[in-house]
């Protein structure tokens, strides 16, 4: 432990675990809550559904670069002086997003703002990993990530109920709201974790490129990454899925996936109470894989029958199968990066976000009236996940000591 931070001897203290929580739950909250007004944007701003889907993309990618400069900023400077400074950048850049004349605008007003608010996302995990180590660095990462998934839980309901009564434009503003109660947490909560004598004695980027040299690290990366992707699929395309090709209302649709959102909840959930009972994280995801291939290969079925209500059965599964995998990934791939958390950090979220980005725009390729595409790339996804798992688990399996926090009960 490097700081008086409040803990517990199964964890963070609460206060402490739900402002961080709070804090890495960005993407979710600026994401989700505006989904359904995707169509609404889409038509005040006389543009098509790619363009307002690069809205999510850009937003992605702002995360993900976002983090991967604040890790080792956070590394050299200390973790709270950065995320104060990268939450007060939000809530300026929120103010231009509200503000948008046109989509190249709010395209770019979306990237700033990602960029200034990936402060907390990186920042929060390496919280975690400056005070806790093993089963209880295990537990709290998953517990965080489980508090963190009632943002997608309550955010797509408010947008949904939202998107009939109020413009798109005062959905940015709860946004908004948001992030000067991310940016008060963060003032009033989150203390320093890392002491002057742990911190890098000049600002090393060098030390991103030095995760890349971690087999095991970047195993676990990826393999969280790519469950991201597959996850990012759905969100991006869910909502012309459900009002197009199942054919919802906005409301509905915002139940459809306020429901799938507390699956993933729960098996963060489920994953925080394991790892209290000392079941290893690898053995966590290991159970959840099988389920993750064959829900993409259900939802592929469902998109190509002639009954796409189907659809949301395997949707439901895949959202579950990623909560038992995204907190336990996190947690064994920071197991690997202590001596450097802000950088470990910022490639976590980093490459995951810039996967997710990546492949967030494919699934409205085919026009917004097909699930196909989404299904394709939730399998592709879904299987890379689970090869770059077992390639971490192969190297761990030769170099044991490199997870020694996890080797006693």
Known sequence: MTSSAPTTRDGLGARLLFTLALLSATAPIATDLYLPSFIDVQDALHTDATHVQLTLTAFLIGVGVGQVIWGPISDRFGRRLPLIIGSAGAVIAGVVVVAAPNIEVLIGARFVQALAAASGMVIARAVIADLLRGFAGARSMTLMMSIQSLAPVIAPLVGGVLA??????????????????QLIGAVTSVPETLLQ????????????????????????????????????????????????????????????????ALGMMGGGLISSRL???????????????????????????????????????????????????????????????????GAGSAMLGGIMFLVGGALSPLGGLAGDDTAVPMACIMIVSSILTAVCFVIGRRYVARNPESEAAFAHA
């Open 164 to 181: 009939g009564h109020v413009p798109w434009r005062g959905i940015l503003a709860v946004i908004l709201a948001t992030a000067v109660l």
């Open 197 to 260: 004598e742990r911190r890098a004695p000049r600002l090393r980027f060098g030390d991103l490129l030095g995760r890349l040299k971690r087999p095991a690290f970047m195993a676990y990366v990826l393999t969280q990454a790519f469950a991201f992707g597959a996850l990012m699929a759905y969100i991006s395309s869910s909502s012309f899925v459900y009002q197009n090709v199942i054919g919802t209302s906005e409301l509905v649709y915002g139940c459809a996936f306020a429901v799938n």
């Open 275 to 341: 790892a209290r009972r000392q079941v290893h994280p690898a053995t966590t995801i290991k159970r959840s894989l099988p389920v993750l291939i064959l829900a993409a290969c259900g939802v592929l079925g469902a998109a190509v029958s002639s009954v796409p209500v189907l659809l949301v059965v395997p949707l439901f599964l895949l959202a579950t199968a990623i909560g038992f995998i995204f907190g336990n990934a996190a947690a064994l791939a920071m197991e690997h990066t202590h001596d450097a958390a």
